[in-house]
């Protein structure tokens, strides 16, 4: 659309930059109640009432809303590229019967993997589970214990590491790109450090600072820039969402859809996750961690997840009815009084601890006080489309502000109904 600003350039400018701020913050909090909306959507709602019916019709113009806003967004975001080698060999890696451990803890055991040109794979677990160290023995950093890695002859790799490893905090942004003279070898071609930097919105200014003063989102940008310069049949990224900006993040999600080699990503943000891969290895819960599970897209690990957990309920309510009919042991037991053909008693677990009253009252309004709060951030995001809003870069900022403060709120109410709803 059209802005239209009251005033001198300075003052255009300005208002630019806040209008724009307050547009890519509003696009990442909508994008989390659409995540919100869908995951409900997923569990089965049934559409009787026409309160859920006016749920589900949010759900599509909140989608609507969304890719409106990343099409607007897009305009500010760096020029990401990655370069594919001209030609792939069939196979680039492929993994038999590996495993791998580190003391007496298993990480995972017999995989058989096989990654092919046009394979995304995700990687899904929790923190400290194996992804990482799944990917080191992929790559030949790490031997595995038992089995074999083979690779293709002469395979590249571009790697993103999550703490950015490879960058160095004392070199500058233009040495780090560009060693030696002015210019960097793109796609066959010599382009000025100053163009390429360009691509990736770094400013003439940024160019002799020291890489350690940069953000966290500035050196993740200065290192897709780097990795973007070498030629790759594989593109490993560790992480690569954390602290870009949402228009950044449509364009190397495009990006990765398109690259003609093959992808490994993990990343928590399950919304890039389902929009990259085509297939993800999921590590099991803590106590199945050796297990690694297949699947095609998010939606099925999502399944499977439900599954697990409604077994893991069903196998404490079976261990408590084992202890009932036990008679109350506790879990030590001496077996020394056991005569011969006695069986001892199931192991004691203990009960599962009930909601209190004042707990049970929260549960109980917690909808309500949900729907009130996306009712104000409804409410507020209409506000700022009204003209005299953009127009008003005070009254925007507040409005954002605002914005932001509600959708923290949003984010501790759901928290706190599924501790709760995991309680009860």
């Known amino acids: 659309g059209l802005l239209s600003v009251k005033g001198d350039y300075a003052d255009y400018l300005e208002t630019k930059g806040i209008m724009v701020a307050g547009q890519e913050r509003r696009e990442v909090i909508l994008k989390n109640t659409l995540r919100r909306e869908t995951e409900w959507l997923r569990q089965g709602a049934k559409a009787r009432t026409t309160k859920q019916q006016a749920r589900i019709q949010r759900q599509g113009e909140l989608a609507d809303e969304v890719g409106e806003l990343e099409y607007r967004n897009q305009s500010k975001s760096a020029k990401i590229d990655f370069q594919g080698a001209e030609k792939n060999p069939k196979k680039l890696i492929e993994a038999k019967n590996i495993s791998k451990s580190y003391g007496e803890r298993s990480i995972f055991s017999n995989l058989d993997l096989l990654i092919r040109p046009g394979k995304r794979l995700g990687l899904l677990g929790m923190n400290g589970c194996g992804k990482s160290t799944l990917i080191r023995v992929l790559l030949g ?3 595995p214990d038992e089995g074999l890695v083979l690779r293709a002859d002469n395979l590249s790799v571009a790697y993103f590491e999550q703490n950015r490893e490879t960058l160095d905090p004392l070199l500058s942004v233009a040495k780090t790109l560009c060693p030696s003279g002015d210019f960097v070898d793109y796609r066959g071609g010599r382009v000025h450090i100053r163009g390429y930097l360009d691509r990736f919105l770094f400013t003439q200014g940024q160019m002799d600072m020291a890489v350690g003063k940069l953000s966290g989102g500035e050196q993740s940008r200065l290192l897709i820039a780097k990795l973007m310069l070498k030629e790759a049949n594989v593109l490993v990224l560790d992480e690569p969402t954390n602290d870009l900006d949402m228009a950044t993040l449509s364009i190397l ?3 990765l859809v398109e690259f003609t080699g093959a992808v490994i990503l993990v990343t928590h943000d399950r919304y890039f996750l389902d929009q990259v891969a085509t297939q993800i290895l999921a590590f099991g819960p803590e106590s199945t961690a050796r ?28 261990a408590l009815k084992q202890e009932k009919a036990a008679g109350g042991q506790s879990g030590s037991f001496d077996n020394t009084s056991l005569k011969r053909g006695d069986r001892a008693p199931e ?6 601890k009930k909601l209190g009253f004042k707990e049970q009252r929260e549960l109980d309004s917690m909808e309500e006080e949900i ?22 870069s005070a009254k925007l900022v507040e409005i954002t502000n605002e914005m932001t403060r509600l959708h923290s709120e949003m984010e501790r109410l759901y928290s706190r109904w599924a501790e709760l709803e995991a309680k009860g």
């Open 141 to 143: 950093l790490e031997q």
């Open 253 to 255: 999600q495009d990006c």
């Open 291 to 318: 297990k690694l599970v297949s699947f095609a897209n998010l939606e099925q690990w999502e399944t499977w997840h439900k599954e697990q957990a409604k077994a893991n309920k069903q196998a404490e309510k079976l």
């Open 347 to 352: 192991p004691y677990y203990p009960k599962k």
């Open 371 to 392: 729907q009130k709060t996306e009712a104000s951030l409804a409410e507020l995001t209409e506000k700022s489309l009204l003209p005299e809003n953009i127009r008003n």
